[in-house]
């Protein structure tokens, strides 16, 4: 038998393991709504912030507010007629583009609101940016929370993701880096990042989800990717109800062994706090301790990371979580008490900087998990080991002279070499839909 149930043990950190973090945050995100009764909150981010400063984590990293993505720096992935028609719709004149709202998928779950097109600006800057930072070598982690739109796809948006920022950060990533790995822990499948890179083998997408009858109803086992990008999707689909010990068992084994296989250089790892117990969309089992568990193992392979969010729809349990995952990112393990915050009330009544798990039972039983790993670690082998990829004539980074920071400590523009160059560069003929 190939899976192995592994205790969960306590979480730990390497005092000499220092990390230079680069956190990236604009304010003006928690300002954006979905409507009355949508579930995706940005206000949660900003709960995130204020929990992250008031435990003092500003002092272990870099804040920065990156410059929002341009419409030019969307369209390395988006087409120009999708982001022309979300740089004009409003709530207003929404009556104008019924064509085209139902040519994009824009409705109920991926509503038109106020400031639209300046929310995926902030999302696709703060991953744009992020990624720039760690291929100058400035940070070795870089976290943009208002990130993580893993659905929303080429021309469309998607599961209330307008533009995938994520894409967009890979694309940075790979001027610069051979091999990326991506590593989705949101209870749904990264529909939106594995598409994009199903063709090639220059990006690794590994999912770890919900599977059957649950959105976006992809993400099978035996989806693995086509021509040059074949058995470079790994989908890990999981049932209900996984908890911290079981998804340690999946989890590590399978990112071990791409690790070993794969060699990147780089990695992406999209926290979906919707995986964790309790959540209003979600269906899995995980503390704060289990998902966290995730971003402390990836972490530990020394790798140039950038964290980025998701899913999350129990707002107190998101930010928690990802407060909690900043400060082990920082090498902290934050006290269980909570400081007092802008947004103290809404942790009661214990309030305490933890995630607990429920009774609900666990459906992935040992003789379905080793299924899945003996399938994936096959899958692997028949990859290629460590792909390479000639790399020439990188496009000039930004313009900085003397590369002197900003006193305001506002991240630089990423706009850099002609988009020519770019694509020479980061999308051979096989690479994009």
Not at 39 to 46: A, E, G, L, N
Request: net charge negative; charged share 25%; with cysteine.
């Amino acid at each position: 038998m190939v899976y192995e149930a592994k205790p969960f043990d306590p979480i730990t950190v390497n005092p000499r393991d220092k990390k230079r973090v680069a956190y990236f945050y604009d304010a003006d995100v928690g300002n954006y709504n979905y409507g009355a009764g949508h579930p995706m909150k940005p206000h949660r981010i900003r709960m995130t912030h204020s929990l992250i400063m008031n435990y003092g984590l500003y002092k272990k990293m870099e804040i920065y507010r990156a410059k929002p993505a341009t419409k030019q720096e969307m369209c390395q992935f988006h087409t120009d007629e999708y982001i022309d028609f979300l740089s004009r719709v409003t709530p207003d004149n929404l009556d104008m583009f019924k064509k085209e709202s139902v040519k994009f998928n824009v409705g109920d779950d991926c509503p038109v609101f106020d400031g639209l097109y300046e929310y995926c600006s902030i999302s696709g800057g703060g991953s744009m940016e992020g990624a720039a930072r760690l291929n100058r070598g400035k940070c070795d982690v870089a976290i943009n929370y208002a990130g993580g739109l893993h659905h929303a796809k080429k021309t469309e948006a998607s599961g209330f993701c307008y533009l995938n920022d994520i894409v967009l950060g890979i694309i940075e990533l790979l001027r610069y880096h051979p091999r990326v790995l991506y590593i989705d822990i949101d209870v749904h499948h990264g529909d939106g990042v594995e598409e994009a890179f199903y063709t090639t083998d220059r990006v690794m997408t590994c999912s770890f989800h919900k599977y059957g009858e649950f959105f976006p109803g992809t993400g099978e086992l035996r989806d693995t990717g086509v021509g040059k990008g074949k058995y470079y999707a790994v989908n890990v689909p999981l049932r209900d109800g996984i908890d911290d010990a079981t998804y340690k068992s999946v989890f590590e084994p399978v990112v071990s062994r791409i690790m070993e296989w794969y060699q990147p250089s780089a990695v992406v790892l999209q926290c979906g706090g919707d995986s964790l117990s309790g959540d209003r969309l979600g269906c899995f089992n995980l503390s704060i301790r289990g998902h966290a568990n995730c971003v402390n193992f990836v972490k530990s392979f020394g790798l140039p990371m950038m964290i980025v969010g998701g899913g999350g729809y129990t707002m107190r349990n998101v930010a928690r979580t990802w407060c909690f995952e900043t400060g082990l990112l920082n090498n902290v393990i934050l006290d269980s008490e909570l400081p007092y915050n802008d947004y103290y009330e809404y942790y009661g009544p214990d309030y305490k900087l933890d995630v607990k798990p429920s009774n609900m039972f666990n459906v992935n039983n040992p003789e379905y998990l080793d299924k899945i790993l003996e399938t994936v670690f096959a899958n692997l082998e028949r990859t290629k080991y460590a792909p390479s990829v000639q790399l020439n004539n990188v496009p000039r980074d930004i313009e900085d002279p003397g590369d002197v920071e900003e006193d305001t400590q506002e991240a630089k523009d990423t706009k850099g070499g002609s988009q020519y160059a770019r694509d020479l560069i980061v999308e051979p003929d096989n690479e994009f839909y």
